[in-house]
C-alpha cells in the first residue's frame, strides 16, 4: 500500500480508460476524485488541503497492489477497494481533509462491465 501525491490530471478519464471499463477490466467507484480497482490491484485519487484555498492541481493517490489469487472477479476489486478507501479514510483523517476528500463508509461502483452493451 503506499500514498503519494500526484496531479490531478490523472483523475480525468481518457481513451484507455473507457476501453479497460467496457472490456471489463477496469471497475470505477465513486470515491474520491477517482477509484478504480483492477484484478490485482486499487487506487484511489482523493483531494486533501489544509491549505486555504486548497492545494491546485494536486490529489492524494492511495494504491494497493496485491498477487493474492483468493481474491478474484468483482468480489476481488470490491474487496481491495474496501480495504484501500478505509486506509485513505484513516489517512484523511489524521491530515484532517476528511471532509472533502469524498471517501464515504459505503460506496458504489460506477460502472457494471459485466451489464455493458460491449459485454453481451
Not at 471497475?27 to 476524485?33: F, P
Not at 493474492?68 to 472477479?73: H, I, Q, S
Not at 489524521?94 to 459505503?106: I, R, V
Amino acid at each position: 500500500m503506499f500514498f503519494r501525491w500526484s496531479d490531478i490530471e490523472v483523475t480525468k478519464p481518457h481513451s484507455e480508460t473507457t476501453r479497460q471499463v467496457r472490456s471489463g477490466q477496469l471497475t470505477l467507484y465513486k470515491l474520491g476524485a477517482r477509484g478504480e480497482a483492477r484484478d490485482n490491484g486499487a487506487t484511489i485519487y482523493f483531494p486533501c488541503s489544509r491549505e486555504n484555498p486548497p492545494r491546485s492541481g494536486k490529489v492524494l493517490r492511495a494504491g494497493l497492489w496485491t498477487a493474492n489469487t483468493k481474491l478474484t472477479g468483482q468480489a476481488g476489486r470490491n474487496a481491495r477497494v474496501t480495504i484501500l478507501n478505509a486506509a485513505a479514510r484513516k489517512i484523511a483523517r489524521q491530515l484532517d481533509c476528511l471532509d472533502t476528500a469524498n471517501l464515504p463508509e459505503t460506496f458504489h461502483k460506477i460502472s457494471d462491465p459485466q451489464r455493458s452493451p460491449n459485454n453481451g
